[in-house]
């Protein structure tokens, strides 16, 4: 059954061929799309295209379908095409000609558009609450290894002591900034496109107003064309946003599979959540951040994919816009489960104590001689040359009181303050307002 099809049978391979996975995807929307009729129909009946008996039929049945979504009862049967025709056809079913009556005034075009905001906001609480878990560990471990020494790098060689708790902290901080673009995508997606229909408008006086109070959007998608041109650009937002929680997770991925190595040492994990040789016993391989750091450089290509499939567009809906979701749905699962992974394996790491003990680190203090040179009267130049030379000659002898008290090193961390970033940027996405309205239109 197709809500678009008149008397012409449309051949089977063309209809597998067009169809393509909406089905399965389209489960991970259902919800949604009740929830989107809910407020469509209050609003048809605001403006008299609904009956008032007809509205509460409506309404208990819709209720009725959100219920067997949640507990796992809907399906959408192959004879019928996507999850927008499966809804209207189980209402007609079950209630007459008043389920007839809930496309009045839509199209699927901003059907499947209200779906994916209320769809996408939805994902990014989840990854939002994910990634709060994960700072707040993150700033956990940078308080309590703070006094524990790691040579810093740069171009991979031995550059100026760092420590634990400026490596935690170094990521939780990142988080932050990743959480700031994830808010812009919040922004995007917290705009209703209901009622731009199939992206010309409606001659029906729809209510969009209303509709947009209903559902917990923040505002409008005011012009009906660009509410249409916003698919697409929406995902790739959402997409770009994935990709740079995804960059912090796949740099501390790699991280951590440099410092768990034998030649580092200064990590490690119980044996049970590392992973073995089939010929060599003594391995201890950290696979779980060696997919995390493979899954999320999948992530990061994610913007380029869905800009590609869209670049050539002009404006208006395109069958094309569907192949968005074979790429966005799996890769939210994915950084949702490499978050949650993440934190599970932090809540079990070990850090090795006084790694700088070791005397191939000694010239990580080279500065430090340097600066206590310039701090008694050398002018720096000067004490750059005079430890230079001592280091060629095999005379250098290492200071290794480590003395950095401004902000954000390693005797002042600023965690307080990186802290307050984070709950400031948490603060505006307004999650509270939407499931607000979410249970209003369920009551």
Known sequence: MKIWQKNTIVNKDIETFTVGRD?????????????????????????????????????????????????????????????HSQVEWLLTQRIGDAGKKIHSGRSRNDQVLVDLKLYFRHCIEEVVGHTSVLFGKLIELSNTHKDK?????????????????????????????????????????????LGSAAGYGSSFPLNRTLTTQLLGFENLNFNVVYAQMGRGKTERILAQAMSSVAATLAKMAMDVCLFINQNFGFISFPDELTTGSSIMPHKKNPDVFELIRSRCNKIQALPNEIAMMTVNLPSGYHRDLQLLKENLFPAITSLNECLEMTVFMLQHISIKEDILKDHKYDYLFSVEVVNDLVLKGTPFREAYKEVGAMIDKGTFQPETHVNHTHEGSIGNLCNESIEALMTQVLSQFGFEKVQNAVQRLLA
């Open 149 to 193: 020494l790691l040579p810093g790098y740069t171009h991979l060689q031995i550059a100026m002591p760092s420590s634990f708790g400026l490596w935690f902290g170094a990521y939780a901080e990142s988080l932050v900034d990743d959480m700031e673009l994830m808010l812009a995508a919040w922004k995007v997606c917290n705009k209703n496109p």
């Open 23 to 83: 089905r399965e995807l389209d489960l991970q929307m259902a919800a949604f799309d009740v929830l989107g009729s809910l407020a469509h129909v209050q609003m048809l009946e605001s403006i008299g295209l609904m009956t008032a008996d007809d509205l509460t039929a409506v309404q208990k049945e819709l209720k009725q379908i959100y219920a067997e979504i949640a507990s796992g009862d809907f399906v959408i049967e192959d004879s019928v095409e996507d999850v």
